[in-house]
């Protein structure tokens, strides 16, 4: 029994020779996680700015840190605001590899690496945000809209469905994920076998 079998007669409670884990080297691993690409954000040695145009520093050791100089600090910097190439066919493409590579051996997981919220305010900072939400509720779901909806799930999507994985994992909070899944029910087509993993 394979990796794969393994899940899937875990899913169906269908007696799998154990259970099924997924554990980081050199432990075993059932689960096979398919991320598009991102650049990577190191910031062990300093402060780094994101591809949104955020500034990160690490506030202890191992850690990726935190966003100290938001991208858009005032809404009157909002026009000049970029979205970056997150739904590049290449992104993807390196998800897609090791699905190729791997020949059904392990049960594919795509992920969709998507947070709403912790975009937002990634972007925007966590006490603007917070306040936004009283103060510029317009103007914070038009950023939600662009940077996250639009952005990740309504363009990215397609993208991680030809993939043709066995599951979906959306990286997000429970209340996002009401949207992926109307999104996949759409998109799903004649890819009925893959299933909707939800969890953050």
Known sequence: MNSRERVERALRFARPDRIPVSLPPPFPNDILECWPA???LDTSKGPVRDEWGSLWASVSPGAIGEVV??????????????????ND???????????????GEHYAVGVIPVSLF????HIRGLDNVLADFYLNPDRLAGLVDTSGYDAGLHRG?????????HSYHFVG?????????GSLSRLQGSHNNGRLQLGS
């Open 69 to 86: 100089e938001p991208a858009i600090i005032d809404w009157d910097r909002c026009p000049h605001f970029r979205i970056p190439p997150v």
């Open 157 to 165: 999507l397609p993208h991680l469905v030809m993939l043709r994985p």
């Open 118 to 121: 912790a975009r937002v305010h």
């Open 173 to 181: 909070q429970l209340y996002e994920q009401v949207l992926v899944v």
């Open 89 to 103: 066919p290449e992104r993807y493409a390196s998800a897609a590899r090791p699905i190729a590579d791997d020949r």
């Open 38 to 40: 991102r650049p990577p």
